[in-house]
C-alpha cells in the first residue's frame, strides 16, 4: 500500500484501501454509509474488513476500531503480520484500537449514546469501524428470544449517531436461499464473498450486490487474499469501458513478416487489427507469431507474446533453430515475453496483468499463444474474453494475434464448436496439413480480411530458416527425403478437404464450360500420382 493524500472528493467517498475495489466503487463508498460484507467461512471477510481499518489508519489519516467477538487481538496481529501491515504499531500510536467484547455488552452501548463504547472511539477520533461480525449477534439474539430485527435497527441508528464509516461481517444464511434476510434491506452498501474449489483449486469472488448513493462495477470479480497485500479485487475483464464511437482506425500495414503472405492478406494486416491463425499442433503457429513479431519489431514497434503453452526458456531455444534471437530482443526491451501455467490461469488477473504491462511498455504489437487454453479452462467465459481483449487493443490501435490450435489433423469443418471467434477477428488465416499419396504438406489460405481483397488461394509453405516460407505456385520440389519429386498444389483441388484429388484445367474448363477435351487427354484417376 502507498500513501494517499487527502483531498477535498474524499469528503463524498471513503477509499476503502482494498486493492482494486475502490476501482470497482468509482473511487469509494459515500461517506456515512454502513457496509456489510457477507460471505461463507473462508471467503476473506474478516481479512477484508481488517484491511479497510488498517489503509485508514496507515494511508488515509482516518483512525479506525476493530470490534471481535470470536479473534483475540494476539491473532489480528499475527494475521496483519502475514500482509505487512504494521497492526501493532498503529495500535501503539492511537491509530487503532481492538475492542474485545460481546454481542450484549456491544447492544447495550448502542442504547447508550454517553456510554464508554462511544468514549472509546472519540478518544482516538474514530472515522471508521469494523464489527467482526453480525452473526454471533444474530445468534444471541435467537438464544435469549429477542427480536433480531430491532437490534439492527438499533446497531444503524447507533452507528448514524457515532458519524464512522462502518463495516460489518457476516455470516451467509445459506438457508435463507434467494430470500434476502432483513439486515440487506437497512445497509446502505453490501458486499458478497464466494469461495469455490473447481479442479482442485480454489477461486474467491467479490460482487458488489447494492450501494446506496452512487454507481458501480456490478457482475463478479476475482478476489485473491495475497501474502504482503491483503486482499486484491481484479476487476471482471468485460467490464473494462468501450469507445465505441471513438474508436481509432489506421490505414497502415504490418507486416507478417512473409512478403508472400502480405501479399495474400493484400498488403498484410491493417494497424489494430485482430487475426486469428487457427492450425492444429504443427504447422507453424508459435513459428508464424516469432516471425510476426520480429518484423513488428525491425519496423519500430515494442511486441508482446502471451504464451500459454510454452515456457519462454524452450521458446527461446526453439526459435533459434530457425534463426531468430529472441534473447537479444528480450534483452533489448524491444520483446516482452508473459507466461502464466494453464494450470493456475484466471482470467481477470491474467488479464490486469497483461494491460498494465502493455500500458507501462508501450506495446503495440501482441500475440496470444494459445486462446485455445482459455477455451479449455474457462469454457463459459471465453468468448466475451477474448472481446473483452480485441476491444481493448482495438481502442489502443494495437496489433493482434490470436493463435488457435484447431482439433482436426486434416481438413477444416470448423474452426471451433464451443469458440465462434470469426465475428471478433478482422482477419482469418487457416494453417493445415495436406495428405498427398503419403507424404503430409503444409497449406495456408486466407479466407478473411476486412477491408481488403485478400486472394483465395490456397499455398504450400515449408517451415525453414526465418520462419514460414511459401513455395513457388507452379514449380514442383522434392519430398522432405529428396527422392519423389513433388507436383505443385495447383495440380490438386480440395486442398482443405479430408482428400485432395488432381485435376487437369482441361477437365474443368470442359466440366465448366462444355469445352471438348483434346484427344490426347486422358482423364485421371482420384488418387493422385
Not at 484491511?51 to 467477538?69: K, M, N
Not at 440487506?184 to 450486490?209: A, C, G, H, N, P
Not at 473483452?388 to 493482434?400: D, G, Q, S, V
Request: net charge negative; aromatic share 6%.
Amino acid at each position: 500500500m502507498q500513501k494517499h493524500t487527502k483531498g477535498s472528493h474524499l469528503n463524498m467517498l471513503v477509499k476503502t484501501g482494498i486493492t482494486g475495489l475502490d476501482e470497482i466503487l468509482l473511487g469509494g463508498i459515500p461517506r456515512g454509509n454502513n457496509l456489510i460484507v457477507e460471505g461463507a467461512p473462508g471467503t476473506g471477510k474478516t481479512t477484508l474488513g481488517l484491511g479497510f481499518i488498517y489503509a485508514g489508519a496507515a494511508l488515509y489519516d482516518e483512525p479506525g476500531a476493530i470490534v471481535s467477538f470470536e479473534l483475540d487481538t494476539a491473532k489480528l496481529l499475527r494475521d496483519a503480520a502475514g500482509f505487512n501491515w504494521d497492526l501493532q504499531g498503529l495500535i501503539d500510536d492511537g491509530k487503532i484500537k481492538v475492542i474485545q467484547t460481546s454481542p450484549a455488552v456491544l447492544l447495550s452501548e448502542f442504547r447508550n449514546a454517553d456510554g464508554a463504547f462511544a468514549d472509546a472511539l472519540k478518544s482516538i477520533g474514530a472515522k471508521r469501524l469494523l464489527i467482526d461480525g453480525l452473526t454471533p449477534m444474530r445468534l444471541y439474539a435467537e438464544v435469549h428470544d429477542k427480536p433480531f430485527r430491532e437490534d439492527v435497527h438499533l446497531l444503524i441508528e447507533g452507528l448514524a449517531r457515532m458519524g464512522v464509516t462502518t463495516m460489518v461481517t457476516a455470516e451467509r444464511d445459506e438457508s435463507l436461499g434467494a430470500v434476502p434476510s432483513h439486515e440487506r434491506f437497512v445497509f446502505d452498501t453490501i458486499v458478497s464473498l464466494t469461495r469455490e474449489e473447481q479442479r482442485r483449486r480454489v477461486t474467491r469472488r467479490l460482487t458488489v450486490l447494492k450501494s446506496r448513493g452512487q454507481d458501480f462495477i456490478a457482475g463478479s470479480h476475482t478476489m485473491r487474499i495475497e501474502g504482503g497485500r491483503g486482499v486484491h479485487v481484479y476487476r471482471r475483464a468485460q467490464s473494462r469501458p468501450i469507445s465505441l464511437n471513438d474508436q481509432q482506425t489506421s490505414d497502415q500495414r504490418v507486416s507478417t513478416g512473409s512478403k508472400a503472405i502480405d501479399d495474400m492478406m493484400d498488403g498484410g494486416l491493417y494497424a489494430g487489427s485482430v487475426t486469428m491463425v487457427s492450425g492444429i499442433s504443427g504447422t507453424g503457429k508459435t513459428v508464424f507469431s516469432v516471425q510476426f513479431l520480429t518484423a513488428a519489431i525491425g519496423t519500430g514497434h515494442k511486441t508482446l507474446l502471451v504464451s500459454l503453452d510454452e515456457h519462454p526458456r524452450q521458446l527461446i531455444r526453439n526459435a533459434a533453430t530457425l534463426g531468430f534471437d529472441l534473447a537479444r530482443l528480450i534483452d533489448s526491451g524491444d520483446l516482452f515475453i508473459h507466461y502464466e501455467s494453464p494450470l493456475e490461469l484466471e482470467l481477470d488477473i491474467h488479464f490486469d496483468r497483461i494491460i498494465k504491462l502493455v500500458e507501462e511498455k508501450g506495446i503495440d504489437c501482441v500475440v496470444f499463444d494459445s486462446c485455445a487454453v482459455y477455451e479449455m479452462t474457462s469454457p463459459t467465459e471465453v468468448a466475451d474474453y477474448l472481446y473483452a481483449l480485441a476491444t481493448f487493443f482495438k481502442n489502443r490501435l494495437a496489433t493482434i494475434i490470436f493463435n488457435y490450435e484447431s482439433p482436426e489433423l486434416l481438413g477444416i469443418s470448423q474452426i471451433s464448436e464451443e469458440l465462434k471467434g470469426s465475428h471478433l477477428v478482422d482477419n482469418i488465416i487457416l494453417l493445415n496439413y495436406v495428405e498427398i499419396s503419403t507424404v503430409l504438406r503444409r497449406a495456408i489460405a486466407v479466407p478473411k480480411v476486412r477491408g481488403s481483397r485478400n486472394r483465395q488461394i490456397t499455398r504450400e509453405y515449408v517451415i525453414a530458416e526465418g520462419g514460414l516460407q511459401l513455395l513457388d505456385e507452379e514449380g514442383g520440389h522434392a519430398d522432405p527425403a529428396g527422392v519423389v519429386p513433388q507436383l505443385p498444389f495447383s495440380s490438386y483441388y480440395g486442398l482443405l478437404s479430408r482428400s485432395p484429388s488432381r485435376q487437369s484445367p482441361l477437365i474443368e474448363d470442359a466440366v465448366t464450360h462444355g469445352t471438348p477435351l483434346p484427344d490426347s487427354v486422358d482423364l485421371p484417376t482420384d488418387n493422385p500420382a
